[in-house]
């Protein structure tokens, strides 16, 4: 079975890739800035390890959860996938072909079918041009208009597809909302046709109320077209809504991977437990009920994380050996991955 993508300069569907393969396939992801001193002659003298050795596999219409506290690393991920950051060491295959090391010429193709959608909808979109002329940029980028006609046709066409009058074409961007502006830049990122999408804290900066209106306009947008996501977020109530799979990442690791249902239900990391018992219920009898985990102390620098494991220092259930063994993520339960030497341990005694 194949997975169809839309052409908009033909509305005809093309072949993609096959349903049982990743679309996105990361392994082994390192994305490393040196730190340098000298006025003269500059040396490193060290490096922050934003992105340290993660893995993780997209498919074809399905929404993979990134989430962590900040600083984690999440948006160097999406940097790195999409190659406006390079990686030090890694793999990041897109439907087949090896993005770390590829060109930017050769990268020109390939973002044609990865659009990206920011966190602040206004800084990302050019206050000069109008609205029109930002949703149809792409096309002209990538060709995919042959006459004037057909590109004002397709421009009105991805305003109503994400909700806006093709009358806004004339609009600047201070003249919308921020849930409008959002709309936006989701029409700019489908523009081209993609098979996937990074979404970098697409809600974060929206009103609760407008947050479920962009999130339903992605639900629309996967099914419509089998969208791939890569959802960033740090709110795992949005994350819960809208993801297939959730990744949590901590310290430039993911410690714990699961489908969503599994995730929320059965946390067996102790960070995601934390995570998860810290967002708010709207069951005021369970709110009060419910154990709070407090994590002492503060993230850790990224320029010199602690041994062992990354999360010993602020883990609840911590020993020693977690600071002198580095886990690595293992199968815990059907379709659930955690990187923690006493996860399973911990969920039984919590009775989870």
């Known amino acids: ?88 060491v890694g793999n990041v295959k897109f439907e087949g072909q090896e993005l770390v090391g590829m060109s930017t010429p050769a990268m020109r193709p390939i973002r044609r079918k990865i659009g990206m959608v920011f966190q602040d909808p206004y800084g990302s979109l050019n206050p000069r041009m109008r609205a029109g002329d930002i949703i149809g940029e792409p096309l002209k980028v990538h060709h995919l208009v042959e006459s004037r006609e057909n590109y004002q046709n397709q421009v009105a066409s991805l305003l109503s597809t994400v909700g806006l009058s093709p009358a806004m074409a004339e609009r600047y961007p201070n003249e919308f909302s921020g849930g409008q502006r959002q709309r936006l830049g989701v029409a700019r990122a489908i523009a081209a046709g993609p098979s996937m999408l990074i979404l970098d804290e697409a809600v974060s900066a929206l009103d609760v109320s407008i947050q479920a209106q962009v999130l339903n306009l992605l639900q629309d947008l996967q099914e419509k077209y089998n969208l791939a996501y890569l959802f960033i977020a740090h709110d795992l109530s949005v994350v819960r809504h809208i993801s297939h799979r959730v990744a949590v990442m901590y310290l430039g690791r993911i410690v714990e991977t699961a489908d969503s249902k599994d995730m929320y239900e059965n946390p067996l990391h102790p960070y995601t437990q934390a995570l998860l018992s810290a967002v708010p219920t709207p069951n005021p009898i369970h709110e009060r009920s419910r154990e709070r985990i407090i994590l002492r102390g503060d993230l850790p620098s990224p320029i010199d994380p602690p041994s062992g494991c990354r999360f010993h220092t602020r883990c609840p259930i911590a020993t020693d050996l977690c600071s002198g063994t580095d886990p690595h993520l293992r199968t815990l339960a059907p379709n659930q991955l955690a990187a923690c030497l006493l996860a399973s341990g911990y969920s039984e005694a919590k009775g989870v």
């Open 1 to 88: 079975m194949t997975i169809i993508a839309r052409d908009h300069q033909t509305d005809r569907f093309t072949s993609a890739v096959s349903e049982n393969s990743p679309i996105l396939s990361v392994r082994d992801l390192r994305v490393h800035f040196p730190i340098k001193r000298g006025f003269i002659v500059q040396r490193e003298v060290a490096r922050v390890r934003a992105v340290d050795g993660i893995s993780f596999d997209i498919y074809p219409g399905e929404t993979l959860g990134l989430v962590g506290e900040s600083g984690s690393g999440k948006t160097t991920v999406a940097k790195a996938v999409i190659q406006l950051t390079k990686a030090d």
